[in-house]
């Protein structure tokens, strides 16, 4: 991993992959996806290009017929009119003729149209210039720390033998009920988890985001606005016999809300922070956590979620990942920027960042949030636009985790364990404690 890197952001538009630009900038859509690496794509844009001229020609001949028709219709008015029988027969075969073939031209494009789009969602968006090139997580880089990170002279427990010292996780049982993934939080730890979510709405709304509980399921074409194919397959839970997912973040459903909609220009930008519960398949190499609770089915998060202009979109993008700073700082834990390179990207995204906590029992960073850009992605996707003095334009989304626990409370619990095995709970959260300081193990 390189370190401690000064990476630029470019204060340049943002630029959503559309079927006109890829016609436009085939070689640069190219070098997109190889950034990316994924050369498996690349016949894609040719393809698309090629689908969209006979899209393109199949439209003009069936416009061409369709004013063909209105002038033959005339004719054979006045052929019948004259007492031209014949001649009006053999226009009106003529009329029945064209009819077919602008039949056959609308169901082409019908059908075109429907595998354009299929090939145009499979091609990744153009990523920001000041992203780093890397295949994947392990080629992110490290832009910034906040706090200093510390190892005690102690040994810090497994988070799960700490939670469970306090009388707080129960997974055996979680297990008997619904399977590897789940977990029960009892008592002072459930409490700690509320608080956490109650203090992160807090400090969002005091930073003028407005409050928000959505939606926890979702139709599928919301889904397919919101992220790729391959991340729905990953991650998505499909209610059986009904139209409906279970979301995977707030956001997706946040997002969703505005679908075919135009927002008032002068309400941008929207600033919405929203409390949900998360549900998860987590299908792929990294799989689920059997010990502990840093990897699983079910968890809940405040997240928080912007929609702008194109032009401020990069500005909330670097404001809202320093508010996450700011909220764990608030709570005396390290943390770090971690600037995604372009191969950790998800195919909507423009630039994304993750913020890592320190784990000061693994004596490294572990990831707690995740900030995106995803320029006019998800908005184009959903028809989500806004109106202004120049005409109707796509608005741009952002999306950031305030605070995910039972992750979040993995940097608390370490971050705040004593030598006594006891913990400390951060000045900010005890008005949610009920006043409470310290969390005491079960003494037998």
Same mark, same amino acid.
Request: proline residues 4%; glycine residues 6%.
């Given at each position: 991993?390189?370190?401690?890197?000064?990476?630029?952001?470019?204060?340049?538009?943002?630029?959503?992959?559309?079927?006109?630009?890829?016609?436009?900038?085939?070689?640069?859509?190219?070098?997109?996806?190889?950034?990316?690496?994924?050369?498996?794509?690349?016949?894609?844009?040719?393809?698309?290009?090629?689908?969209?001229?006979?899209?393109?020609?199949?439209?003009?001949?069936?416009?061409?017929?369709?004013?063909?028709?209105?002038?033959?219709?005339?004719?054979?008015?006045?052929?019948?009119?004259?007492?031209?029988?014949?001649?009006?027969?053999?226009?009106?075969?003529?009329?029945?003729?064209?009819?077919?073939?602008?039949?056959?031209?609308?169901?082409?494009?019908?059908?075109?149209?429907?595998?354009?789009?299929?090939?145009?969602?499979?091609?990744?968006?153009?990523?920001?210039?000041?992203?780093?090139?890397?295949?994947?997580?392990?080629?992110?880089?490290?832009?910034?720390?906040?706090?200093?990170?510390?190892?005690?002279?102690?040994?810090?427990?497994?988070?799960?033998?700490?939670?469970?010292?306090?009388?707080?996780?129960?997974?055996?049982?979680?297990?008997?009920?619904?399977?590897?993934?789940?977990?029960?939080?009892?008592?002072?730890?459930?409490?700690?988890?509320?608080?956490?979510?109650?203090?992160?709405?807090?400090?969002?709304?005091?930073?003028?985001?407005?409050? %928000?509980?959505?939606?926890?399921? *979702?139709? +599928?074409?919301? !889904?397919?606005?919101?992220? @790729?194919? =391959?991340?729905?397959?990953?991650?998505?839970?499909?209610?059986?016999?009904?139209?409906?997912?279970?979301?995977?973040?707030?956001?997706?459903?946040?997002?969703g809300r505005f679908?075919?909609?135009?927002?008032?220009?002068?309400?941008?930008?929207?600033?919405?922070?929203?409390?949900?519960?998360?549900?998860?398949?987590?299908?792929?190499?990294?799989?689920?956590?059997?010990?502990?609770?840093?990897?699983?089915?079910?968890?809940?998060?405040?997240?928080?979620?912007?929609?702008?202009?194109?032009?401020?979109? %990069?500005?909330?993008?670097?404001? *809202?990942? +320093?508010?996450? !700073?700011?909220?764990?700082? @608030?709570? =005396?834990?390290?943390?770090?920027?971690?600037?995604c390179c372009s191969?950790?990207?998800?195919?909507?995204?423009?630039k994304s960042c993750?913020?890592?906590?320190?784990?000061?029992?693994?004596?490294?960073?572990?990831?707690?949030?995740?900030?995106?850009?995803?320029?006019?992605?998800?908005?184009?996707?959903?028809?989500?636009?806004?109106?202004?003095?120049?005409?109707?334009?796509?608005?741009?989304?952002?999306?950031?985790?305030?605070?995910?626990?039972?992750?979040?409370?993995?940097?608390?619990?370490?971050?705040?364990?004593?030598?006594?095995?006891?913990?400390?709970?951060?000045?900010?959260?005890?008005?949610?404690?009920?006043?409470?300081?310290?969390?005491?193990?079960?003494?037998?």
């Open positions: 991993m390189r370190r401690y890197c000064d990476y630029q952001y470019q204060k340049e538009e943002i630029i959503m992959l559309d079927i006109k630009f890829l016609i436009n900038n085939k070689d640069a859509v190219k070098e997109n996806i190889r950034k990316k690496f994924q050369e498996d794509k690349l016949p894609l844009v040719d393809e698309a290009a090629e689908l969209y001229a006979q899209i393109m020609d199949a439209k003009h001949i069936s416009e061409d017929i369709r004013q063909q028709r209105n002038q033959l219709s005339a004719q054979v008015a006045q052929l019948m009119k004259s007492g031209q029988k014949e001649e009006a027969e053999k226009i009106k075969n003529q009329v029945k003729e064209n009819a077919v073939i602008m039949k056959e031209k609308e169901t082409f494009m019908d059908e075109a149209s429907v595998k354009l789009d299929d090939i145009m969602k499979r091609i990744p968006q153009m990523i920001d210039a000041s992203v780093p090139i890397g295949k994947d997580d392990s080629e992110n880089v490290e832009v910034e720390r906040f706090g200093e990170p510390k190892v005690p002279d102690y040994e810090i427990p497994y988070h799960a033998e700490i939670m469970t010292s306090l009388c707080g996780l129960d997974k055996d049982s979680a297990g008997r009920v619904a399977g590897t993934g789940f977990y029960y939080l009892m008592g002072d730890i459930a409490r700690l988890h509320e608080a956490v979510l109650a203090y992160a709405r807090d400090f969002m709304i005091d930073h003028g985001f407005t409050y %928000m509980i959505p939606p926890f399921m *979702m139709h +599928k074409s919301i !889904v397919e606005g919101v992220m @790729s194919f =391959e991340e729905m397959e990953a991650m998505m839970y499909k209610i059986e016999g009904e139209d409906l997912y279970l979301i995977g973040t707030s956001e997706h459903t946040m997002i679908v075919n909609q135009i927002v008032d220009e002068k309400s941008l930008p929207l600033t919405l922070t929203s409390y949900s519960p998360c549900f998860r398949k987590e299908i792929g190499s990294h799989g689920l956590e059997e010990r502990g609770v840093y990897r699983i089915h079910q968890f809940e998060k405040q997240e928080m979620i912007v929609l702008c202009k194109p032009e401020e979109s %990069m500005d909330w993008y670097n404001k *809202m990942w +320093k508010l996450s !700073v700011d909220l764990f700082r @608030s709570m =005396e834990i390290p943390v770090r920027q971690l600037e191969g950790d990207l998800a195919n909507l995204k423009v993750d913020i890592e906590a320190w784990s000061p029992r693994q004596q490294k960073y572990f990831e707690v949030c995740s900030c995106s850009n995803l320029g006019d992605a998800q908005a184009r996707r959903l028809k989500i636009r806004t109106k202004g003095e120049n005409g109707t334009y796509l608005v741009h989304t952002l999306n950031n985790t305030v605070v995910a626990p039972p992750r979040m409370l993995i940097a608390l619990l370490e971050n705040h364990y004593q030598a006594d095995g006891s913990v400390n709970i951060p000045e900010v959260l005890r008005p949610y404690m009920g006043g409470k300081a310290r969390l005491v193990p079960n003494q037998k």
